[in-house]
Every structure is written in C-alpha cells, then in structure tokens.
C-alpha cells in the first residue's frame, strides 16, 4: 500500500505506474481515492468544530449551574445533544469514507523502481547473466519422476488416496536427500549471519491481507473453515506478520532472518507432461530469507540475498541463470523482483527455484511495522527470497547430477548429511 499523500500531491505518477503494470482498469482507482480523501478531510474538519463546538457548550453549562441558572443550562443541554447528535452521525461518515479509501488503496499498485523492465508478463522478463555451464549430456536425462522410481523414492498412488491429487510420498534415499538439501539451506543461511526460526503455519486474515495482494490470496491460500485461519502459502507471510504493530528498535536494523515451514497451495497449474512428477503440488517445504532493513539499505539487501542464492546452487553443482522480473509480471506489492531459474538437461531450459523481491514499504504500512528515528518514526522496507525449495530444487539436483547408469552423484556440501554418502545407486 503506497503512502496517500503520494496520490494527493502526484496522481500522474500513480497512474502512470498502473500503466506500466499494463493495469489500465484500476486508474480510475486514483479519482475515486482523491474524491473520497477530500469528502474525509471535510468530514474531519466539521468533526473538530463540532467538538470545539460541544466543548464551549459545555463550559457555558458549567457557568450557568455554578451561577443557579438551571433552566438557561437545560436549554443549553438541549443543544449539547443535538450536537453529539451531529457527532455520531459526521464519525459514522468519517468511518465509511476511510474504510473505502483503505479498500481502493489496498488495489492500487506499489510504485516499482526505474530498473524495472516494462512488459505484459513473464515472456517478457530479462535474462540477465548464468551461472554455471548449462550441460546436456550426451546420454538421455529420464524425467524426475522415472529417476526417483529407480530408487522406489516416490509413492503418489498411495497419496491419492489419502489426501487426492497433488500430493505426494518420499520415500528412502530421495526422502532422506530432500531433508538433507533443506538442512544444508539452513545451515548456508546461518552461516551467512540469519537467525534461524520456525514459524507458524497458519495466519489470520489480517495477516495475510498485509503480506500479499488480493488477487494472490484468492489464487494460493487454503481457509481452514470456521475460523480465521489461512495455512501459509511461504514461511514469509508469517514471519513478516511476526511484526505486525510494532515498533522495531532502529539499532537492531536489519532484521535477518532465514525460516523453514511447509508450504501449502491451492494451484496444481497447466496440465502436462510435469504433473506426472513433483513439479507442480499443493504441499512442498521451503527455506526463506526475510530481511526488515532502512529504506536506503533495501536495493543493497535485494543484491545481496539473490546473490546468496545463486551461490547455494552453484553449491549444489546446478547451474542456474538470474532473470529481472517485468513490470506485468510482478505482484502489486513488489518494488523490484528476480527469479533464479535451474538448467533441466531434459527439458534442455531453465525453470524457476527462487524468487528475490523487495516490497518496499508496502508491507510494513499495512502491518504497521515502523522504527523510530530522531525525525520522527518511518516503515521499515522488507524483503524476501527463498532459499531453497523443494521438491523443485530436487528436480534440478537429480536432473543436473545423474549418471548415465541410473546413479545420481551427491555434491560434496551435502554428503555431511548423507552420511557421508558419495552417490545414490539405484535399487532398480
């Protein structure tokens, strides 16, 4: 939510934003805000008169009483009430204006930065540099799916029945080694200087109308039914949340933080060939990284944590490349975005792993996290990234690390929880 005083003093600039979302529908957004704040501000204004008013009504009855004019004071009483009267009726007023600017400024997008490219969608996002040698070798890569059934690592069947399509089973060696990329994500985290923490899984409605868009909310998020609770969709909905209402002590800025939780989601996506395997699913888990810093530190942070990524994965001998994120293609609450896609030797092109993105303040004044400065208080800017998520970061090491005899090799970081294993040799 960008700040209102933006839209008073420069409309154009708002709907000129819009625009490069290609979000054309929503300028009207902006008239409706600006008509509805100036209706408030008039509403506001006959509010504090009212009161002035009541309040010298309410001395003259003080002198009236004191002086034994009890019938002059019961007419002025009269008065009194009428204007109280008035009150409820302008506060009633000033609660329905604030409540529809809030419901128009929640839709209206934050302002992205200038090194945004400008696009419709994610066909056009920009490739911006690879990392690592993206090889096809000269032996057939099996899909994901056939790989792990060489290890009988993977059960669906059984989680169909269970819990219904889009759910899954891990099972052996390929359980064993997704546990151990998560723990390695942890561990890389920690020693970049994150404070590790486990969150909950489930959040309330104000939370999740303070993390993310509308239109997100409808598309990813599970209602637990009867209650104001939402399971989380990434750990950075609650961990952002964690904040709500609070007022961050300057000097513990930046907050760093790396969190684990299981994500959930309604979207299983296009049907396909990829349905077959752990591609798309409504239940994953996933590292993430959550940074609160000073707004003149963000765009240093958001380098700083893609290129944390893009380290790990080289780690894990995957290579990847780093895509800038166009302005159709990014959600209404990001300033700038990046995804770090994984090379498929199969498919023989990247897929997205990550996806780094600063939000600017728009959180923190939903939330209502700020920190106190000697010129007064300010939002904090936050910002996210995943660290690792799997099964699709698995897809890529099985893909990017198996042998043409059915062995899949295990990068060195990852043997310490392997132990000590230097390979996975097939049971089939």
């Known amino acids: 939510m960008i700040d209102i005083k933006l839209i008073r003093e420069n409309s154009e600039l708002v709907k000129e934003n819009m625009k490069k979302k290609f979000q054309d529908h929503k300028l009207v957004l902006?008239?409706?805000?600006?008509?509805?704040?100036?209706?408030?501000?008039?509403?506001?204004?006959?509010?504090?008169?009212?009161?002035?008013?009541?309040?010298?009504?309410?001395?003259?009855?003080?002198?009236?009483?004191?002086?034994?004019?009890?019938?002059?004071?019961?007419?002025?009483?009269?008065?009194?009430?009428k204007v109280n009267?008035?009150?409820?009726?302008?506060?009633?007023?000033?609660?329905?204006?604030?409540?529809?600017?809030?419901?128009?400024?929640?839709?209206?997008?934050?302002?992205?930065?200038?090194?945004?490219?400008?696009?419709?969608?994610?066909?056009?996002?920009?490739?911006?540099?690879?990392?690592?040698e993206p090889v096809v070798p000269a032996y057939e890569i099996p899909h994901h799916a056939d790989i792990i059934a060489k290890f009988d690592g993977l059960d669906k069947e059984s989680a169909g029945r269970t819990?219904?399509?889009?759910?899954?089973?891990?099972?052996?060696?390929?359980?064993?080694?997704?546990?151990?990329?998560?723990?390695?994500?942890?561990?890389?985290m920690i020693d970049n200087g994150f404070t590790y923490c486990i969150p909950p899984f489930m959040i309330r409605s104000d939370v999740v109308t303070g993390v993310m868009s509308f239109d997100e909310m409808?598309?990813?998020?599970?209602?637990?039914?009867?209650?104001?609770?939402?399971?989380?969709?990434?750990?950075?909905?609650?961990?952002?949340?964690?904040?709500?209402?609070?007022?961050?002590?300057?000097?513990?800025?930046?907050?760093?933080?790396?969190?684990?939780?299981?994500?959930?989601?309604?979207?299983?996506?296009?049907?396909?060939?990829?349905?077959?395997?752990?591609?798309?699913?409504?239940?994953?888990?996933?590292?993430?990284m959550i940074v609160l810093c000073k707004p003149e530190d963000s765009m240093d942070w958001y380098n700083k944590m893609k290129n944390m990524s893009i380290k790990l994965f080289q780690n894990l001998d995957i290579p990847v490349r780093q895509l800038d994120c166009c302005s159709g293609d990014m959600a209404d609450l990001k300033v700038k975005s990046c995804d770090i896609e994984a090379w498929s030797p199969r498919q023989q092109k990247y897929f997205e792993v990550c996806s780094c993105s600063t939000l600017g303040d728009a959180q923190a004044r939903r939330l209502g996290i700020r920190y106190k400065t000697k010129e007064g208080n300010k939002f904090v800017h936050t910002l996210n990234n995943t660290v690792l998520a799997t099964p699709r970061a698995l897809i890529a090491l099985l893909e990017c690390n198996y042998n043409e005899d059915g062995s899949v090799n295990i990068p060195k970081v990852l043997q310490p929880y392997m132990g000590g294993k230097e390979k996975l040799l097939p049971l089939k």
């Open 30 to 81: 902006v008239d409706e805000v600006l008509e509805l704040d100036k209706k408030n501000r008039e509403a506001k204004l006959n509010g504090d008169n009212l009161r002035s008013e009541r309040k010298k009504l309410s001395e003259q009855i003080g002198n009236l009483m004191r002086t034994g004019q009890k019938d002059e004071a019961e007419k002025i009483k009269n008065e009194v009430q």
């Open 85 to 132: 009267d008035a009150l409820l009726e302008n506060e009633a007023l000033e609660e329905k204006y604030s409540e529809e600017i809030k419901t128009r400024m929640m839709k209206i997008p934050n302002i992205i930065d200038d090194s945004v490219p400008i696009g419709k969608d994610d066909s056009e996002n920009v490739e911006v540099a690879k990392f690592g």
């Open 163 to 188: 819990s219904g399509v889009g759910f899954y089973y891990l099972v052996g060696d390929i359980a064993r080694l997704h546990e151990a990329m998560l723990a390695y994500a942890r561990d890389f």
């Open 218 to 288: 409808e598309a990813m998020m599970y209602k637990i039914e009867g209650e104001d609770l939402y399971l989380i969709g990434t750990s950075e909905h609650s961990m952002i949340g964690r904040f709500q209402g609070q007022m961050v002590d300057e000097a513990k800025l930046p907050i760093t933080l790396t969190s684990y939780s299981p994500c959930f989601r309604k979207e299983i996506g296009s049907h396909g060939l990829e349905e077959r395997g752990l591609y798309r699913v409504h239940q994953f888990e996933k590292q993430e």
